[in-house]
């Protein structure tokens, strides 16, 4: 058997990590196409470094462009690499656009299609990463599902007529962690590490909605710079797109702020902090599995779980003084026994199930 991987940005890499080594374990040959979306070293390649990830057999072009455009490239660029290399599967993960990229490519030339988290929903059409999910998921042959409620938002959109196959695996993103943690680590480009040694919040933003809204990002960036110096010190891990559009609207942040980090250094900071403010959808699973709670920065999350146990609570456009939410969610008494999100065995899962479906 083998399989062509897609994955072009940060969470991508993570989530492929478990899979590749599965694959690796099982005999089934692997063929990685990296499509450039996440183009800086620091977003990028030190993943492929750290994590022991197959180097990609090739390596596109197609970051620093807006969506559409992104997806046409990949589009005209993975449909030679796939007539040639002719997969049974073709995998991609979560909900960028080398996902759809990768979907459209695989279904317009009749190679089955596997998404790894699927039935996710935010349920905000608004959102470039919605259209991704419904339009993957509904090309796909095998969706693995990390929870109940991604199950239930498949079948309450009718794919349960649909021919294709639903499993739910849990999550692979436990997976990469309990793989990875053992080897977190700091490095001195994150900052001083006197930063890290009293309590302190972990800040990441990067979701379009955030950085591109100069009216959300002057909110945020007004709120944030209040707890640092009202409440508890921040420190940031700065996504590319967000350094620019700070300059390009005149914005100050005062936070301690860093470059990109790796997912080790990330899994280090994740032990040291007291609570995570994020817009990310991994760093909500992550800062639960880790046990932090924490604040998400968005209006709304695919991840209502940990909405519906305590463990995140959503920051929106409407909401003001975070400063007090932190407060309020540090006094909170979270369940952290949630099994929801799998055993940490669901890239095994992933595998198996591709072996017996080729069958």
Same mark, same amino acid.
């Given at each position: 058997m083998k399989v062509v991987t897609i994955i072009?940005? /940060?969470?991508?890499?993570?989530?492929?990590?478990?899979?590749? &080594?599965?694959?690796?374990?099982?005999?089934?040959?692997?063929?990685?196409?990296?499509?450039?979306? *996440?183009?800086?070293?620091?977003?990028?390649?030190?993943?492929?470094?750290?994590?022991?990830?197959?180097?990609?057999?090739?390596?596109?072009?197609? =970051?620093?462009?807006?969506?559409?455009?992104?997806?046409?490239?990949?589009?005209?660029?993975?449909?030679p690499i796939l007539a040639r290399e002719q997969?049974?599967?073709?995998?991609?993960?979560?909900?960028?656009?080398? +996902?759809?990229?990768?979907?459209?490519?695989?279904?317009?030339?009749?190679?089955?299609?596997? *998404?790894?988290?699927?039935? %996710? /929903? @935010?349920?905000?059409?608004?959102?470039?990463?919605?259209?991704?999910?419904?339009?993957?998921? /509904?090309?796909?042959?095998?969706?693995?599902?990390?929870?109940?409620? #991604?199950?239930?938002?498949?079948?309450?959109?009718?794919?349960?007529?649909?021919?294709?196959?639903?499993?739910?695996?849990g999550d692979v993103m436990l997976d990469a962690?309990?793989?990875?943690?053992?080897?977190?680590?700091? $490095?001195?480009?994150?900052?001083?590490?006197?930063?890290?040694?009293?309590?302190?919040?972990?800040?990441?933003?990067?979701?379009?909605?955030?950085?591109?809204?100069?009216?959300?990002?002057?909110?945020?960036?007004?709120?944030?710079?209040?707890?640092?110096?009202?409440?508890?010190?921040?420190?940031?891990?700065?996504?590319?797109?967000?350094?620019?559009?700070?300059?390009? *609207? =005149? %914005?100050?942040?005062?936070?301690?702020?860093?470059?990109?980090?790796?997912?080790?250094?990330?899994?280090?900071?994740?032990?040291?902090?007291?609570?995570?403010? +994020?817009?990310?959808? =991994?760093?909500? !699973?992550?800062?639960?599995?880790? !046990?932090?709670?924490?604040?998400?920065?968005?209006?709304?999350?695919?991840?209502?779980?940990?909405?519906?146990?305590?463990?995140?609570?959503?920051?929106?456009?409407?909401?003001?003084?975070? #400063?007090?939410?932190?407060?309020?969610?540090? @006094?909170?008494? &979270?369940?952290?026994?949630?099994?929801?999100?799998? @055993?940490?065995?669901?890239? %095994?899962?992933?595998?198996?199930?591709?072996? $017996?479906?080729? !069958?």
């Amino acid at each position: 058997m083998k399989v062509v991987t897609i994955i072009g940005a /940060r969470p991508q890499f993570i989530k492929s990590a478990p899979v590749s &080594i599965a694959l690796q374990s099982l005999g089934i040959k692997e063929f990685t196409i990296h499509t450039g979306q *996440h183009y800086d070293p620091e977003m990028s390649d030190v993943f492929f470094e750290e994590m022991h990830l197959p180097q990609p057999g090739v390596r596109l072009d197609c =970051g620093n462009l807006d969506h559409t455009s992104m997806v046409g490239k990949m589009l005209l660029e993975l449909a030679p690499i796939l007539a040639r290399e002719q997969p049974d599967y073709v995998l991609v993960y979560g909900d960028t656009n080398s +996902t759809l990229a990768g979907a459209l490519a695989a279904t317009k030339m009749r190679i089955p299609l596997v *998404h790894v988290e699927a039935g %996710l /929903r @935010s349920f905000n059409m608004d959102m470039p990463e919605e259209m991704n999910r419904i339009l993957t998921d /509904r090309m796909s042959s095998l969706l693995f599902t990390p929870t109940n409620t #991604a199950d239930k938002n498949l079948q309450n959109e009718g794919f349960d007529t649909f021919p294709v196959k639903i499993v739910q695996v849990g999550d692979v993103m436990l997976d990469a962690l309990h793989t990875f943690l053992p080897q977190s680590s700091y $490095h001195s480009s994150m900052g001083e590490l006197n930063i890290f040694s009293a309590p302190f919040v972990l800040a990441t933003m990067h979701r379009f909605e955030n950085v591109n809204d100069k009216r959300r990002l002057s909110q945020l960036v007004e709120e944030l710079n209040n707890v640092h110096y009202s409440l508890m010190p921040v420190w940031m891990p700065m996504h590319p797109s967000t350094v620019k559009k700070l300059k390009e *609207h =005149g %914005l100050i942040l005062k936070v301690h702020q860093g470059p990109p980090v790796s997912y080790l250094q990330m899994l280090w900071a994740l032990e040291q902090c007291a609570l995570v403010l +994020t817009d990310s959808g =991994g760093l909500q !699973k992550e800062a639960f599995f880790m !046990k932090r709670p924490c604040i998400t920065l968005r209006n709304e999350t695919e991840w209502v779980e940990l909405l519906e146990i305590g463990a995140n609570e959503l920051f929106t456009s409407n909401d003001s003084n975070l #400063a007090k939410s932190i407060e309020r969610m540090k @006094s909170k008494e &979270i369940n952290y026994t949630f099994k929801g999100y799998g @055993s940490g065995n669901a890239a %095994l899962q992933i595998v198996q199930t591709l072996l $017996h479906h080729s !069958k």
